[in-house]
């Protein structure tokens, strides 16, 4: 196996994500390269993060352990071409793009089979995300326990089978925005309504960590559970937002998938 190391191409939203995940996190990596075509982009992720090697060069990330494919998906193809043949066989090549599957990632590779692919998580930046991952079916158990291993301070790693890809992406991937602008409104009002900024923030978070808990784990049925609070203030708009969610949800997934 090769040092403790980690690459990336594209040095966009998600890289820095992870960097800040790694800096924050208990593990730590002997070296981290970060490949972009952007010359002017890489002096400013370097400034921010100085413990990474920045670099123009694409074939200088490909000596590393792990190498995550950080770019968007209609120039996939066109970057793994380089890639072929320039890959060591001990190399976890990983995307982090929906849509591309690993058949066609190993075709365009002319055959190289180490690959994986992972749904990254914007709560990952305080090291709580949830980044499920598949492995190819020929990466050795080794392989997935050292790399599950190294992406520990990401958070949550389940590995999944990947025609659930696509599903988490517009679960627990694009999630977050479904609630962000919400729970922000929510703490507006509240600051407004009395409350103190942090304890706003504070009895929101309680909220709905205790929400989740007993919708989930409660053993109540979701009418039940429903009726547990006498005053909907939202019930007349319900419908609306559930209408909402199956309209924008089922479209965005209908674009993503394979």
Not at 13 to 31: E, Q, S, V, W, Y
Not at 86 to 113: H, Q
Not at 116 to 134: E, H, I, L, Q, T
Request: net charge negative; no cysteine.
């Amino acid at each position: 196996m090769k040092t403790n190391s980690i690459g990336f191409i594209g040095g966009g939203r998600i890289t820095k994500i992870m960097l800040h995940a790694f800096n924050n996190g208990p593990i730590r990596f002997d070296k981290m390269v970060v490949f972009d075509t952007n010359s002017k982009a890489l002096p400013l992720l370097k400034q921010k993060f100085p413990n990474i090697t920045v670099t123009e060069n694409l074939l200088e990330v490909t000596n590393t352990e792990v190498v995550f494919l950080a770019i968007h998906p209609p120039v996939m193809m066109e970057t793994l071409a380089k890639l072929k043949g320039e890959l060591n066989s001990e190399t976890l090549l990983v995307s982090l793009a929906p849509k591309i599957t690993m058949e066609k990632m190993t075709a365009a590779l002319d055959g190289f089979d180490n690959v994986a692919r992972m749904n990254p998580s914007a709560s990952s930046v305080v090291n709580k995300g949830v980044n499920p991952v598949a492995f190819g079916s020929l990466v050795s158990a080794e392989t997935k326990d050292r790399f599950l291993e190294m992406m520990l301070s990401l958070g949550h790693t389940p590995e999944i089978a990947e025609s659930k890809m696509e599903a988490y992406a517009v679960i627990s991937a694009m999630g977050h925005t479904y609630f962000f602008f919400q729970l922000q409104k929510m703490k507006e009002l509240a600051i407004i309504f009395g409350m103190e900024e942090v304890e706003a923030e504070t009895v929101i978070a309680d909220m709905l960590w205790g929400t989740t808990e007993t919708l989930f784990k409660s053993g109540l049925s979701y009418q039940e559970v429903a009726d547990l609070v006498p005053v909907k203030p939202m019930g007349e708009v319900e419908e609306a937002i559930k209408s909402y969610y199956d309209l924008y949800l089922t479209a965005i997934f209908t674009m993503i998938k394979p």
